[in-house]
């Protein structure tokens, strides 16, 4: 996966939006749907990306997979860093792009999820 591919599909969810949204990190893309954010990256470097995990599996994920890291900046019991070191097949990062998206969609408020489903 390159950073295109990422950015193509992130944006192919329904409802996302992408920004720049740190001004202290005006490297780093995010991904957003509703305004709640579910994946980001350095779009200098794209050498990982953050996603949004199930922290009942968490734990599991990061030992079976080395490339899965706690992040620097998020809640490390809810969120990992996904190392881009070619362990890790683009058909599973892709799947954990789709988790990251559902995790954020399954919080929004039934309005929300409402507008989601009517406006997109």
């Not at 202290?24 to 990306?49: C, H, Q, R, W, Y």
């Amino acid at each position: 996966m390159n950073i295109e591919e990422y950015r193509t599909y992130c944006l192919a969810m329904k409802g996302a939006t992408e920004s720049i949204p740190f001004s202290k990190l005006p490297d780093v893309l995010v991904f957003k749907v509703m305004g709640k954010m579910f994946t980001a990256t350095d779009i200098n470097t794209f050498e990982s990306f953050s996603i949004k995990c199930n922290p009942e599996t968490i734990e599991e994920l990061r030992a079976k997979h080395p490339a899965l890291q706690e992040p620097s900046y998020f809640s490390k019991k809810h969120w990992s860093k996904v190392i881009l070191d070619g362990s890790i097949s683009d058909k599973l990062l892709y799947q954990w792009l789709d988790i990251s998206y559902s995790l954020v969609v399954a919080k929004l408020t039934k309005k929300e999820r409402a507008e989601l489903e009517n406006k997109f």
